[in-house]
């Protein structure tokens, strides 16, 4: 009979649903707005996926998590494909988490989260991290890739890979045909910013993250003795946060921008882009300012430093050395020559390490080899 089968399907589908509730009631739902995104890794609802139509030869993963549930995905996924996972955060090899801030319990499997609520040895971030290494468990054909250096040597060490697992670096590409330096009189035009003067530029998906470091900004600007005279801002971005205090001539708020058209032009119109994360992979915008000619100033934290060379293509301050940041700032908004000369050494640098065609061939290259290597 089919029903007694099906009854204990049910059965365990009732106790994992309740075991989600209370992981996300316990632990979740009412942490701090400021805290870095989490997420488990079992979810209320299962995987679906259809293994014999999956007729690829290589499986290719991204971002995951709030998508996909660890325990079924990787069950139903086709154990003969090799999987190519690219990695964009931390969130993969951790127990929840996306950015650690510096916490190192992920080496030995999480627990005592700091970044959820009632933490303890057995919480969801232990759980999690248990489940991701169980569903890991029967991979011999996985391959990590990750853009910068730092992330890849934090994805080393923590043990929830298999041990067959393989890692690469394969730093992100851009269309340069979109991102390109502009001349700036045109673009401050249509994006309606003063002519004159010096443009510094600021964005981040979610403004409101303290970990892209919007505070920093602030404290920084008030600092530089020339901002306010000198200085207008340009301001990218989703999530409301108050402009007003800024220590600059004006605030040009863009809000969230979708097109790469538009995003490129906010660039163009910047003197010099600041991203004083304090911690990040490599970051996007980072790699687009340079990519349109604009010096970058960043805080040398996490994989930035792999994408911002002081003094070659931007200024490092130390990280969260917000003395520092304002230094660089005032340096870039006095010194006109030194700007031309960053702005070329950006450009010739996105040219040379993250044209599009040279990561796509990258990655050809590695589906054909480890295609070969499992066939």
């Known amino acids: 009979s089919t029903a007694w089968p099906s009854f204990i399907a049910k059965q365990q589908d009732k106790r994992k649903n309740r075991r989600v509730r209370n992981h996300y009631d316990l632990h979740i739902a009412g942490r701090s707005p400021e805290l870095e995104t989490f997420s488990m890794a079992e979810h209320l609802r299962c995987a679906n996926l259809d293994a014999a139509a999956i007729a690829a030869d290589v499986i290719h993963l991204h971002w995951i998590a709030f998508m996909a549930d660890y325990p079924t995905f990787f069950t139903q996924s086709p154990p003969s494909k090799p999987i190519v996972w690219t990695l964009?955060?931390?969130?993969?090899?951790?127990?929840?988490?996306?950015?650690t801030t510096d916490c190192q319990r992920f080496h030995k499997g999480c627990g005592n989260c700091p970044q959820i609520q009632n933490p303890g040895p057995n919480d969801v971030s232990q759980h999690s991290f248990q489940l991701k290494r169980h569903a890991l468990s029967t991979r011999r054909n996985l391959t990590v890739v990750s853009p910068s250096r730092w992330l890849l040597n934090e994805a080393r060490q923590s043990p929830l890979w298999p041990a067959t697992t393989q890692f690469e670096q394969i730093k992100y590409g851009l269309d340069l045909e979109v991102f390109h330096p502009q001349?700036?009189?045109?673009?401050?035009?249509?994006?309606?910013?003063?002519?004159?003067?010096?443009?510094?530029?600021?964005?981040?998906?979610?403004?409101?993250?303290?970990?892209?470091?919007?505070?920093?900004?602030?404290?920084?600007?008030?600092l530089a003795p020339s901002s306010?005279?000198?200085?207008?801002?340009?301001?990218?971005?989703?999530?409301?946060?108050?402009?007003?205090?800024?220590?600059?001539?004006?605030?040009?708020?863009?809000?969230?921008?979708?097109?790469?058209i538009e995003q490129a032009n906010a660039y163009g119109a910047c003197d010099f882009f600041v991203v004083p994360s304090l911690a990040d992979n490599q970051p996007q915008m980072a790699l687009e300012a340079l990519a349109c000619g604009v010096p970058v100033i960043a805080f040398d934290s996490g994989g930035i430093s792999?994408?911002?060379?002081?003094?070659?293509?931007?200024?490092?301050?130390?990280?969260?050395?917000?003395?520092?940041l304002a230094k660089s700032i005032e340096r870039l908004t006095m010194d006109s020559?030194?700007?031309?000369?960053?702005?070329?050494?950006?450009?010739?640098?996105?040219?040379?390490?993250?044209?599009?065609?040279?990561?796509?061939?990258?990655?050809?290259?590695?589906y054909a080899r480890i295609s070969t290597r499992h066939a």
């Open 228 to 260: 306010r005279t000198h200085l207008s801002a340009l301001i990218m971005g989703g999530g409301g946060i108050d402009t007003g205090r800024l220590n600059v001539r004006t605030v040009h708020p863009l809000g969230f921008l979708t097109g790469e």
């Open 88 to 99: 964009h955060d931390m969130n993969p090899f951790t127990g929840g988490c996306h950015f």
């Open 306 to 324: 792999e994408v911002v060379a002081d003094g070659i293509n931007g200024l490092l301050a130390a990280a969260s050395d917000v003395e520092g």
């Open 337 to 366: 020559e030194l700007r031309l000369r960053l702005a070329v050494g950006a450009k010739d640098y996105a040219m040379r390490e993250h044209a599009g065609k040279a990561q796509a061939d990258k990655y050809l290259s590695l």
């Open 183 to 222: 001349e700036k009189t045109a673009v401050r035009l249509k994006s309606g910013l003063p002519i004159d003067g010096v443009v510094v530029g600021f964005g981040a998906d979610n403004l409101n993250n303290p970990r892209k470091g919007f505070a920093m900004l602030e404290r920084a600007l008030a």
